[in-house]
């Protein structure tokens, strides 16, 4: 059934309605642009994961004497240095805003026998005009021998999971110690899922 040439179809058969088009593929398909007042609304809140990749921290402060390097094949890793080989880095999220944080996960390696990789992976969160930051979620690292695999814990323990960018901002930080200046033993990067059930401002 069409109306004012197209403009509004609605094919009964496929329970599908189109704006602008005649050939609906989904239950609502507009073809064009949309001018909506308000926000999308999922009728079931849905999981989405916001990447930090290793790319994305810089070393924290400037009083280290390590040397970090990147790869997109070996994360994060101590190059160089004295030892112990700890350094302290930093990146930005960007968090859906209204979503709620559910988990925190980090990504790391360690194929050393004769050294543990020691770290301690926070997600944290600085409200616009104060001076000092809230730990939202943290997670501890003590590897325990080596292997070729890719470790991945994760915390669920939350504290102001509720995303507001307009009174705050939110980043990753990292501490770690290595006992080997290869990499042998690699940081790469963290997820943090959260549940959004709408789109918009």
């Known amino acids: 059934m069409s109306f004012d040439s197209g403009t509004l179809y609605i094919d009964a058969s496929a ?26 609304t999922y009728t079931s809140s849905k999981t989405v994961a916001v990447n930090v990749q290793p790319a994305a921290f810089r070393v924290k402060g400037g009083a280290e004497d390590e040397t970090v390097n990147y790869s997109e094949n070996y994360g994060v890793y101590i190059d160089a240095g004295a030892a112990p080989y700890d350094v302290a880095l930093i990146a930005p999220v960007d968090l859906p805003d209204g979503a709620t944080v559910s988990s925190f996960q980090c990504y790391y390696y360690d194929n050393s026998a004769s050294s543990e990789l020691v770290a301690t ?3 944290g969160r600085r409200t616009t005009l104060a001076l000092s930051s809230q730990e939202m979620a943290s997670i501890s690292i003590s590897s325990s021998g080596s292997t070729t695999n890719i470790q991945a814990p994760v915390t669920r323990a939350i504290s102001s999971a509720t995303v507001d960018n307009e009174g705050a ?10 006992g080997v200046t290869t990499t042998a033993q690699r940081f790469y990067g963290c997820k943090v899922f959260c549940s959004v059930d709408k789109i918009g401002p």
């Open 15 to 40: 329970n599908r309605v189109g704006v602008g088009t005649t050939a609906p593929l989904s239950p609502l398909q507009v073809a064009g642009n949309a001018a909506v007042t308000g926000s999308y």
């Open 169 to 178: 901002s939110y980043y990753v930080d990292v501490f770690m110690t290595t």
């Open 121 to 123: 992976v926070r997600l």
